[in-house]
């Protein structure tokens, strides 16, 4: 092969790669990457941004639960049997325990705000209302799925209606603020 049928050849494929890498109707496989990275950073940020008002929401309602069902919220249990089940529970102190709860609970938030942003995609037309399914499904997932399979916590089920109830309702505040900050952070 000459250096001029060389230069031809390769002239030709970045021609074809060019074209195939501007195709609207289908984006290359990279961008598809960078667009599900771009939203899962925008849905943690909207997740872990939305569990501020879902923790002060959670902390004024459970003011008002009956004595007898002010114990600890699901967030710190939660924390502190799986910090057990790791070997490290005996070893934290009061403010390590606190900085834990904090960091999983926001954590989880970040978690499932990305997971969120990255299956449905960009904007919605109805956020609130897209928020309030996500919130609901998230307590679901959680509070009668993964955590009582794991055996962290009884299932929401076996919790007192007002606790269950406390619970549902952060839940909607959580994921109608993460849908509404994900949808502020996404839009340009």
Request: contains cysteine; charged residues 15%.
């Amino acid at each position: 092969m000459t250096t001029t049928s060389s230069a031809t050849a390769l002239d030709a494929s970045a021609r074809s790669t060019s074209k195939s890498l501007a195709d609207p109707v289908r984006p290359p496989a990279g961008s598809r990457v960078r667009r599900a990275l771009s939203r899962g950073i925008v849905g943690a940020v909207a997740g872990a941004a939305a569990t501020i008002p879902m923790t002060l929401a959670m902390a004024a309602m459970h003011r008002r639960l009956p004595l007898w069902q002010r114990y600890r919220l699901p967030p710190r249990t939660i924390t502190l049997r799986l910090a057990n089940r790791v070997g490290i529970g005996r070893h934290l102190d009061e403010p390590a325990r606190s900085a834990a709860t904090v960091a999983g609970h926001f954590g989880y938030g970040a978690l499932v705000g990305a997971v969120y942003a990255v299956t449905c995609g960009a904007r919605r037309e109805r956020p609130v209302v897209a928020g309030a399914a996500f919130g609901l499904a998230v307590w679901g997932a959680s509070y009668l799925g993964w955590i009582p399979a794991a055996g962290i916590m009884r299932p929401a089920t076996d919790q007192p209606t007002e606790r269950t109830a406390l619970m549902i309702a952060a839940h909607l505040v959580f994921g109608t603020a993460t849908t509404l900050a994900a949808d502020r952070l996404g839009s340009d």
